[in-house]
């Protein structure tokens, strides 16, 4: 089971960006990116708008605002390794969460908890990866110092910042 290496700067802004909706009282997420077989976060994908439903309870990125982002990672030799994001209270898969999720053999899926005062420590957030059918906990990210690039996709396309 590989644990994901996500950068300080990443968290940062992963945090930034669900305390910035948590505030709105909606869920937000985003992509993690790797190069194959290398289990380091080298780009975040924040989600944008168009194409995107969030709600309190439920998040959407519809096959409009997701097209972009897969073309992206194919054109940048990288791969979609874990898609996290955000809830009111505490961190656990829903069954939306569980059945709508990318249900790839390796994908991992994070939940940062409490929306609008999200804790800067990964290892507080729920970590789950998909293997024999089902989601099955993992540990947390390592936290490295390496630099993130951060871009935002949606049906619009992607952005970098």
Do not use: C
């Amino acid at each position: 089971m590989t644990i994901l290496r996500l950068g300080a700067d990443a968290v940062d802004v992963l945090v930034g960006d669900a305390a910035r909706y948590g505030a709105l009282g909606v869920e937000t997420g985003a992509l993690l990116l790797t190069p194959p077989d290398d289990p380091t976060v080298t780009v975040v994908a924040l989600a944008g708008t168009a194409g995107i439903d969030r709600h309190p309870q439920l998040l959407v990125f519809s096959s409009a605002a997701l097209n972009p982002l897969f073309s992206y990672a194919e054109d940048n030799s990288l791969q979609l390794r874990a898609q996290l994001h955000s809830h009111r209270h505490k961190a656990f898969l829903s069954h939306t969460d569980k059945t709508g999720n990318i249900r790839v053999p390796g994908f991992i899926a994070s939940v940062i908890p409490n929306f609008a005062t999200p804790a800067t420590d990964p290892a507080t957030w729920g970590w789950w990866t998909f293997e024999d059918g089902d989601w099955q906990p993992i540990e947390p990210a390592t936290i490295t110092t390496h630099t993130t690039m951060v871009i935002t996709f949606d049906a619009d396309g992607v952005r970098e910042h």
